[in-house]
Every structure is written in C-alpha cells, then in structure tokens.
C-alpha cells in the first residue's frame, strides 16, 4: 500500500512554463485535495475533488487546473508559472465521511 | 474573517509543561476537526480528530471542542523536545467536504 504518491518532489520551472504535478492514491478514497505552503504559513486549498469527474475550487484557484478521470489520480496543471506559484505543494485524499485526510510526501516548486 | 484562525506563534514552552494550541472557525455548520502536527519539511500528519462536543484524550494530548463558540483547542500535557513542530488546525465544513486548514502555530519546546 503506497498511500498518496506524489511527483515529482523537485522541480524548477522558467515564468512562462507549464507542468503537471501528478497525484495518486491507491486507498479508494472518495475525496482528494490539492494545497500549497509558503514558507511559515499553514495550507492553502487550490482544488478538490469530491469524486471522478467532479471538481471545485478552493481558497487560491487561480493559475491552476485540476482533472480527474479515474478515482484513483488527481493530476494538477500549472499554465503560465510565475514566481508566485513557487510553493511546496502538498495532495491528500480521505474516505468519505468524518474522516482524516492522509497526504503525500510533497512537490518542492520553484518558478525562476 | 479567516475561515479557520490560529493563534498567532510562535509558541515557546520548557520541557515538562502543558501546550496549549488554540483554532477558532467560521462555518457554524462544521462538524468535524482535526489538529495535524508537521515537521519541518515533512508533510502533515494526523495527531487527534474530534467530532462532538467536550474533551477527547489520547495519551499526552487532548483536543477540546465547543461548537457553540466554534472553537476547538489542543493542549500537550509533558510537552517533550521532540513535540517541537508545527501544528495545524483543520476544520471539514459541512456539506461541501472541503478541508481547510488555519496557518499554523510553531510550538519549540526547550530542554
């Protein structure tokens, strides 16, 4: 059992670049979450998904995409990075119901 | 206001003392909390849940929940060095499942 297995966990872009952070987890969880973390602040929802095929915004959505086509992944899509997006990011996914999220390891961005 | 709101750290506690971390929340409809601790360039992990209503212990740590207040805390009873981390506050707000977490207090416990 992986858990939530994230890449890649480094990365540097160019501003302009685009790139695809992929997420997966092998648990059947229902629900998957997408945050970022800047240096001494706490987690920022980006996106989440309730399910396949649906998705919904978070608190920082903008300059992100997200999809997801099978339970089990939940790729998000960085379009255009600017230095502002540079961040650790981190994915989680949890059962339905009252239930702790678990996350992945992280991806360690850095747009130059 | 902030969805959910930490207080402000960093927080300095000598060894062998109580911790006490505390998390207020804006959506009255919530209905379940979580306190999560990260190590410096780790990811989160799961310290204690609390879904009713008054105190819920586990070993060192008990969490305390008022939904009337919309508060929920986390005390850390004999705080030890290695209970030196950042913890996070995460409220599950009802009916949307969205997780949202507060900033974080940074607790450093010194030997």
């Known amino acids: 059992n992986a858990g939530v297995t994230q890449t890649p966990k480094f990365r540097i872009l160019k501003i302009g670049q685009s790139m695809t952070l992929q997420c997966a987890q092998d648990m059947n969880h229902n629900y998957m979450y997408w945050y970022r973390q800047d240096p001494g602040m706490g987690l920022k929802l980006i996106y989440y998904s309730v399910g396949a095929g649906i998705t919904d915004k978070g608190e920082v959505p903008n300059g992100y995409n997200v999809s997801r086509s099978t339970t089990e992944d939940f790729p998000l899509r960085l379009e255009l990075a600017a230095p502002s997006q540079t961040s650790v990011y981190f994915c989680a996914s949890r059962f339905r119901g009252i239930t702790e999220a678990f996350f992945g390891q992280g991806t360690r961005l850095t747009v130059v | 206001q902030k969805e959910v709101e930490q207080n402000s750290g960093p927080l300095s506690v000598p060894e062998g003392a109580i911790a006490s971390l505390n998390c207020t929340y804006s959506?009255?409809?919530?209905?379940?909390f979580f306190w999560y601790r990260q190590y410096s360039g780790k990811s989160p992990e799961l310290i204690m849940s609390i879904y009713s209503n008054g105190d819920k212990e586990d070993g060192r740590f008990t969490a305390q929940l008022n939904k009337a207040s919309q508060y929920v805390s986390l005390l850390i009873r004999d705080s030890q060095p290695s209970d030196s981390a950042t913890y996070l506050c995460a409220v599950l707000q009802g009916g949307s499942e969205k997780l949202v977490f507060g900033k974080g207090t940074k607790l450093t416990v010194n030997p």
């Open positions: 959506d009255r409809v919530s209905q379940s």
